[in-house]
């Protein structure tokens, strides 16, 4: 993790599954997959201390020392998503407790309360020996603290704690009583300790705070372990965490605010990759430290955890990887190398078979590592830059997943709903928390407010105010940050902006037809009934015959008058239609965008001397032609393009004008 | 809850969710409306006793005086469904304990438990305070004690209490033992204590019993409050409870024989009304105390609660209020009159929204409220008469759901399976319960009455020896009170009088046919081997080629010799061949019946004065136009009808002859 | 339970739930019906010990007495799975506990922890005194030993228990944590008392040795029991358990070990019989002990746990009890005898109804037990040879249950699957234990053996050898006896002999098309991609284009070399591609097999002096003629038959060559 000299290629390692005497033929394995990085130790924990206080580093040590002679450099994680049996049987407490209130067995991993100060203790004592003994370690050039968050707790401790975290944001509980409205249902609180930790449906201000606590424990944990391991690093190495993605446990700009580096895993599980879909997970990733990141964990052809772990077709992680790179990964990792014989994960997808013999997949990671190996350089220090911001909110996401109102009502499908057609029109977009400056954007979308804070109606005004294009969709603007409803027509305090306010919204029990001039489609789940506040606020589309409430009522508007542009979107348009909207929307904003055939994806990054770099991939299963508007030269095949060119199956084209 | 002079409207109103200042503005709304009555204070408990003893009911006392000064009526609830966080954590043991064994956490409301002591004597101490202080108000015309009765507790508590609760009805172990046949699998019990609360599947006997016992323990609880309440009130205040329509947690007739008025908050969830299903749910409530009842809640077009929670269609809010009327409502109040900022039900409908404004559905409420006004003295002291009856007993279907052999059949939809097509006759029916009196009803239904005593067989067969008509359905006749099989073929002691007895009954995995002279349907999930027993009982319908065992065997009979008659009907029939059957019936009766076109109800209200108030409400999405066999007048639109007259969708006439 | 010297018919009998005044009336339908055996007592420990040590068994002795009188056995049941109330009470730790911790409650039955001591002791009391009082009994022919064992418990003796059990099997920790891999995730165990239970997913080495714990629980339960009997009893007693077929709780060779008979309990429950899929669990019944069994249970007509309890056709049961005597059974019995009034099985099927009367289906039984009386002389003695084996295992049902990959993929229906065309073809089949040698057979099939040990690398190795012909399948020779993959390609020591590897498997999401010179088909959740050894192997089989990996590659290959022949089937096929290959491999291994019409299942018991017999079923709801290549004579019509006959629907011929 030093600087982005090199895309890495690596795997997940477990040494200490193997004999030692296995460890050459692996490593030599590894050097001719062209793997340049592996990640190493996150779940060795009781290897590295058998008991505690004994430590047991040297086959560690010997493990780095040997990859480095093979140009394989190391990145190692901190294995306390997996304190050992001894630890949790001398530290009962060390264990967290579930939703039924009973201890955590021991036999898998993520079995430790986060809060426990015994488990603090632990981890503190033994993170500072790991990173005393390999922090100096030139081979070592990152960490990655625990692994994978995502154990909630609900024990003593972390219930004294949830109460503590809530008298210092609060202050009294008067202010609580009223911020939660519990008079309603007598919940009048009149002592911190009669607060409890929510178990199934709950006040929703008291849903929403729990959340946040869960993410300022880990947070809280994850700087423990970031202070004992600091003092012992080499300034260039940067500690991360693997987070999961679209995984909603709790606030990722919290948790990535004290980290070098923001890293996720990358899992299909069934089925397989819709890069439409995917492409903002990635963009989701990068804007939580808005910089590049690693792809640490993908998966070799299957996992093992799905209904059905079927295999990614033959190259399609080949384009995965490229689709990741072209979103802004510096590195891809598989997980993992080789199968161990035993433990939960037998049967998931690795590069060396239990034989010891290289898989099938083997040789599409060697045909991944030969094209990194090639443009390596070229893409050294680039970045991915965009005229579009989506607007992202664990809050927003919360609130709703607390009451979607309708069952089917999901914030992320509603998020990837509008990403999906900027995503085939090749527009780079950053996915940005709401409460970010938007300056420089010229076209911002929100999906889904539905909470609104100061700082983020004012960004949203100032960026109108300076000539943006700003795309409002329905259930934003309901709620304070405390998950109580506005004392106002959503969008609440964006109304003004938006020239328009809510009189009604109904979740849908069938599709309800919507009508403009330039747009025929329907709605699906959702509707809300517009009513035009403001002159320069333009009737969009309308609804047809619906349920009486919605008949003939503005469903979509725009306001016209100032330089900027705001839309309100208060329905949740068919696919067809989406894609006309958004196109309409991205024309008017005046975005540029690229053309390509069904499944290629063209992206761009942009190198520090400005030049830019395309990034061409097929991810479909048959050979495709692509034709570019420019001469241009090709850095993985070395040759110069002009015209069409074809892009075999699940290939992948990186190219700069010439 | 005066005598009815009046037809109310209204709302659930909680003032102490808003500051003072916003009253006068909310009342103000509430005239506008045509409100004539709230529902106050039912989960205000925490407002109303900040902590234990300290009283706070100025604010009460103020809302109910202001509310008068503009012609609005109180009716006030005890607020016990909602203990507040002081009580419970005082009082651990008041919390009602889960099928886990678990505490029930603090948060959401019912969370205490009906038998403990301490709640006992926090409920009487509170009730008590309230009674004196609002028992004499001129304003408050009636009470509702505790909400939605539902909770059901496992706590040690209720184990003792159920003990005690058999060995009182039993006498002794032996009894027991021999009632429930505990020799079978060894259940023998030696001693009171060894008895469970059931979970789960149990020993039929003693699952029936835990059902009774539940019923008792709200009753005994409500009894607590009704003589703490009683002693303070006005003669001519009435207490009620609003009970969950077919809800089946307990004995309803229990429970309503210590109140003065039956309730019920009529709540659609998902999808929308289906008026011929429905209308048997006010019956029942009807038929609990055999008066008029009150539609205590219902919602304003949406709820919050269900997987969809689409709206009602614009007037269909409307149509149903008049459908509840048709059936015997008093009143209607909806709630609730505006979403509170906070607290689980943020997005339930109201009439008012957040932002203090009218919603869309106000203008709904407002037209219903002008037609109460139009019509309020005309109805005042009109009641249901009906020929037909339906016996319901709550010991039969708890018989049924604890082991329905078939999964798909359900008590409640075979009771509507046969009050549908009287629905659609526009036939009014009173649902008894199995064990009155049956004098002066032509014709009587008895659905899957699977449990008999000495009650019900003695006033059948009075009936039926006084010419009365008798439908028995399949299921008839199997157990005793203790749930126990009957040592003898189906129906046992109605067998005689049936003419008719069940050979074997077998639970289909597909439908069979049956055939008769006039009626060719199928059964659907049940159908019964008939063997007639004497020669007057006819065979209606045979099943054609089936299992085997089925095949030409009888399916239906109908006794034919005495004055009354009896139909046994063994089948499940499809829906065209149980209308054709109920007419049949209807016809062989003489039951009067009112043509109407599909989607248009005709009920009839008879006033003291023995005139018929025809209400005519059109439950269709568009308008229809209905035929009179006679000149009448209509009331709400104060004009003399004549010939056919138009009804726009969702509206409702209300007529009488000239 | 005597040798068979007669072919039983009869019933679970329970006289304790009736008034002694009603036996006579019972016995005398008994044996009106034909009815040679009853089952008494296993439930009736309450009534037989009604407290500590106060034993009441002369009421059984009288009952067992009065159905001696009327030419009416009995085997009497060890009610050791219904523990009573003042049992479980005195001694609660006797109660087992659940997987959330709770003690199971007082009411159902298996109930019981068969690790408490308490509870052995209890048993052994108990046990010894029903021994001594009816060991002698000249009517009493045989014991069945607690019912349907089933339960699993979690409390803290169980937990040592399976603490010591492992530290018996493992010797050391060092040991353990290497056959399981413990490095993997921190899992090493330091203590034995760190191990846990296993609740939801774990390692797999401790998850498949928690199934042999249950069973090794089990067996030391039963065997206190055998050794608390077996002085008592005379010689000709036989000891069994009724087991209940394909439930996968424990090993059931392990059980059945000590045991002196094998016998289950069949039931359908919803739906129907399909006799292709069925048969093989009487064959797996049978190779428990590898000799003749009993069918203690089986449903007359309907079961009661159900979601649809439908009935069984009119003969369907009939036919059912004669494919048990086709396939080894000695003795059907009916369960149970008559509805008691009480209990939870009251709407259970039976013969005789809740008013005493006999049901439609008496007569069945009737029809069943003239025809067991006629060829009862004829069968006696006689047993089923076969010339093919299937090997079953259940360490590999519980390896491959514990982590499906696909979670279609169910071990049952893939060894059903092979079964399913030998019996479309009438071919005699053993199912064995996976270590049995396999001298004697012509074919072995061994479906997804996924744990190898060195017995049956062995036994399969020699059978090749000398000649047989084996048929492996997918996922086969993946792992070893700890549930730790081989470090080998599968089939691991078995790909030499297979000629043959493994090079990957997939898990499929959609079917693969699957190409040979005969065969045309596709596979279905699962393909492996094969890479052949030797070349005396041939490609029986390629996948066609598929998810790029499988694209051509071997599906199927047979080795053509030595005297004997080896398959290895790498697919899953269609059901018409299977039947193509299986009828294929008869052929090719020149197994006999026999023609018969759809629904016709012609099956051979052999007598001590070498004579077949065939037992012709008829599983359909029709009629339909049979051909016989011979002339035969029909035992139970008492006539000759040749050339063609009429075989009535549901009914069975019993043949002999003439």
């Known amino acids: 993790m030093t600087p982005p000299s090199r895309l890495h290629i690596g795997a997940a390692y477990y040494p200490e599954h193997w004999p030692e005497e296995r460890w050459p033929e692996d490593i030599r394995l590894m050097k001719a997959a062209g793997l340049t990085v592996v990640r190493m130790a996150e779940f060795a924990w009781s290897t590295m201390e058998p008991s505690e206080g004994q430590y047991n580093f040297d086959w560690l040590e010997r493990a780095i020392a040997r990859l480095a002679e093979n140009d394989i450099l190391t990145v190692l994680g901190t294995p306390t998503a997996a ?14 407790v579930d939703e039924t209130g009973r201890r955590v067995q021991f036999g898998n991993r993520c079995h430790a309360c986060v809060n426990s100060p015994e488990f603090h203790a632990a981890v503190e004592r033994f993170v500072t020996a790991m990173a005393k003994r390999f922090g100096p370690n030139p081979h070592v050039i990152g960490w990655q603290i625990d692994n994978e968050y995502n154990r909630v707790c609900y024990c003593d401790t972390c219930r004294l704690e949830f109460q503590q975290f809530l008298r210092r944001k609060y202050g009294s509980l008067e202010n609580l009583n009223a911020r939660w409205t519990t008079a309603y249902w007598s919940q009048t609180y009149s002592a911190w300790e009669q607060i409890p930790l929510p178990i199934g449906p709950h006040n929703p201000g008291l849903m929403l705070e729990f959340r946040r606590f869960v993410g300022a424990s880990y947070r809280r944990f994850q700087k423990r372990q970031l202070d004992a391991l600091r003092p012992h690093l080499k300034p260039s190495d940067r500690v991360t965490h693997n987070f999961m993605g679209w995984f909603g446990g709790f606030d990722h700009y919290e948790l990535t605010a004290d980290l070098d580096l923001a890293a996720w895993d990358w899992y299909i599980g069934s089925g397989h990759n819709d890069p439409l879909a995917q492409g903002v997970i990635h963009d989701l990733t990068r804007g939580f430290k808005r910089k590049n990141f690693w792809l640490m964990e993908t998966q070799p052809g299957n996992v093992n955890w799905a209904g059905v772990n079927n295999s990614l077709y033959m190259g399609e992680a080949h384009a995965m990887a490229w689709q990741a790179v072209a979103h802004g990964a510096e590195a891809v990792l598989y997980w993992q190398w080789r199968s161990a014989l035993g433990g939960q994960e037998q049967y998931h997808g690795t590069l060396v078979d239990p034989s010891g013999q290289p898989r099938p997949f083997y040789q599409e990671a060697q045909w991944l590592a030969r094209e990194f190996a090639a443009v390596s350089d070229l893409l050294s220090g680039s970045e991915v830059r965009a005229q579009v911001a989506m607007l992202h909110d664990y809050d927003s996401r919360w609130s709703i997943e607390g009451q979607r109102h309708h069952r089917d009502f999901d914030y992320v499908e509603h998020f990837t709903h509008y990403y999906r057609p900027l995503a085939a029109r090749n ?10 400056p938007l300056d420089g954007y010229r076209l911002v979308i929100a999906p889904a407010l539905i909470i609104l804070n100061e700082t983020r109606v004012r960004h949203l005004k100032a960026f109108v105010e300076n000539g943006g294009h700003l795309v409002l969709t329905l259930r934003t603007g309901v709620k304070d940050e405390y998950n109580a409803l506005l004392p ?99 024309n008017t904003a005046g975005i540029p965008q690229i053309e390509s055939p069904p499944g290629v994806e063209i992206r761009t990054r942009r190198r520090p001397d400005g030049e830019e770099i395309y990034i061409v991939i097929n991810h479909n299963r048959s050979g495709t032609r692509v034709r570019l508007p420019w001469n241009g030269y090709e850095h993985i095949g070395k040759r110069p393009v002009q015209g069409t060119f074809e892009l075999p199956a699940y290939s992948t084209a990186v190219l700069t004008r010439k």
């Open 427 to 436: 527009v780079n977009v950053d996915v940005l928390h709401a409460d970010q």
């Open 83 to 96: 304190p050992p049996a001894w630890l949790v049987t001398q530290y009962p407490a060390t264990l967290a």
């Open 488 to 586: 106002s027509r959503p969008p609440g305090p964006l109304a003004e902006l938006a020239g328009v306010e809510v009189e009604e919204y109904y979740a849908l029990e069938m599709p309800v037809p919507v009508q403009g001039e330039w747009l025929t489609g329907s709605s699906l789940l959702w509707a809300e009934r517009l009513q035009v506040l403001r002159p320069d606020c333009k009737v969009v589309a309308r609804y047809q015959r619906a349920n009486g409430w919605l008949d003939h009522q503005p469903a979509i508007t725009e306001t016209t008058g100032g330089t900027g542009r705001v839309w309100y979107v208060g329905v949740n348009l068919d696919t067809a239609a989406q894609t006309k909207l958004i196109t309409r929307i991205l």
